[in-house]
């Protein structure tokens, strides 16, 4: 890092093992990315649950190029941020995850899509309320009922052209479309065999 790390301590006595720990976490976040250019850390026991004693805060700020990743995880009245190694612990490993979303950002690994995803209609039951849609980008898209808009999952036939929202987690049976939308004529390369990524 360009400037070394800033760790800070607020209502709470700083201890020379969570220190430790810190600067070993953000050692392994520099694993992932070199170009980290500084670090605050700020830990905080603001508030004293009745029942259970103090419940800590971490705030993680990371400055990369051109851009601030804040990773800030909140005291509740969850028994486990009564541990701080393991409130450190869960706020570190929530960045490292947001700082390989934003290297693969940067470095062009996310594609970006210039308009909505589209597809046609793969395979449809009608009694049973489900479907399965194969995308543009050769998957194969699992999609109820509840999901049609702009029109009527009974209107909907094999074969017909439709733009989709998938799910960002996906569920047991795989990809799953949060919208489908009925709409005209598409292009389509029947060669293509789908997947399911």
Known sequence: ????????????????????????????LETFYDGITSCHVYIRAPHQSQRKGNLYEVTIEVRVPGDELVVRKHQDDKAVNEHLRVVVRDAFATMVRKLKRWKDQVSGNVKAHDGPLQGKVAEINHDEGYGQIIATDHRLIYFHKNSVVDGSFEALQQGAAVELVVQTGESGIGPQASTVRPIGGLAYDSTSKPSRR
């Open 1 to 28: 890092m360009e400037t070394p790390l800033e760790l800070s301590f607020a209502d709470i006595e700083p201890s020379d093992e969570i220190k430790s720990l810190v600067a070993e976490k953000v050692a392994h």
